[in-house]
């Protein structure tokens, strides 16, 4: 069954923003099967069990196919074990094996009191966890453990790093390049270039055991559109991946004494996360079959959780996410729900 639910979630198509047909699906797959369903906007929140409460989250949009894909990316199609097709790898596998481990859950009546949050929005942001994760901390609800569906490969993700968008701006005199020097005009290009050398050296705080350092790397630039023409600002995108025991509000302070220009914050709440190695949901992972822990450098929801005992772990490859001819294999959906399943008892068991 999870082949086929899998196939009805990858053949709608769902990219961020336009996910009212894929949550219908998932809306409808758990009244069929009697499972208690609501809808918040276009998240899906199921639930089923009794005992102690774990959280599944994972997320229904997919990122718009390239143009490199060679076949309709909303038909699956099969190549011995893949499964070819858009989302199929990230990260409908991890939802079509959390929802088909939530139907045993129902089954059984336990052991674990498991909610699943199938959500939108998280290729690009919005109105996904972001809302549904704080409307279920304000009815009361408290998991001990919360496990966020991504394509691991079903290694353990213990830590993520955070992502802080910044922009650097140096501001000039905006004039004719050929007037610039007679004028005594001030070139922001410059001092731009000034700043992004006297960044490369900066220290942005302690390494990380699994994630290595906090890195600063400039993106898109922009100053003057004409050839010929000295720009009165000039600009840089900062990106910056963090790595726990770093706060964001401490980097920007710290970039800015290393300036002449602006600094502005453009996306700050994205904060690295740590689970502690010895949460419960970590052992039962490990114990369920899960390959060892790590530290994702991939942004994901488990930004959100900060302060709960969150894992990252899912069926398939993050290095196919995003790719033209996305896949999953077969047997990595057969092998997710099997963990999926485990991991419920797993965790019953150790909480």
Known sequence: ????????????????????????VAEAFFRDHGVWVERWENNVVA????????????????VPPTPSWTDDPWKIRRDGDKVIGLGSNDAKASAACMALALLE?????????????????????????????????????????????????????TSQ?????????????????????????VNPVWGLAADLVALQGVSL???????????????S?????????VSDVAQCVLDIRSVPGVLHEEI???????VSGEIRARSIRLQPYQCPEDAVVVRAALSAGGRGTFGSRTMSDQVFFAGWPAIKCGPGDTARSHTADEYVLESELEEGLMFYNQLVKEFAAHA
Request: glycine share 12%.
């Open 105 to 157: 859950v129902a089954k059984s009546g336990g052991p674990c009191e498991v909610t699943l949050t199938l959500v939108q929005e998280e290729e690009t942001g919005g109105r996904g966890t972001e809302v549904v994760w704080p409307r279920l901390q304000q009815s009361g609800y408290r998991p001990e453990g919360i496990v966020v569906g991504e394509p691991t490969g079903l290694a353990v993700g």
């Open 47 to 62: 639930r089923a069990g009794s005992g102690p409460k774990l959280l599944f989250n994972t997320h229904l949009d997919t």
């Open 205 to 219: 705080g302690p390494e990380h055991p699994q994630l290595g350092k906090t890195t600063l790397q400039p993106t």
């Open 161 to 185: 790093k955070g992502m802080l968008v910044l922009e650097l701006v140096s501001r000039g005199q905006a004039c004719h390049a050929a007037n610039a020097a007679e004028l005594g005009a």
């Open 1 to 24: 069954m999870v082949a086929e639910f899998h196939r009805a979630l990858v053949e709608t198509p769902s990219v961020s923003h336009d996910e009212t047909a894929v949550a219908d």
């Open 252 to 258: 920007v302070e710290l970039l800015r004494a290393h």
């Open 221 to 229: 630039l922009s100053a003057a559109e004409a050839r010929n023409q």
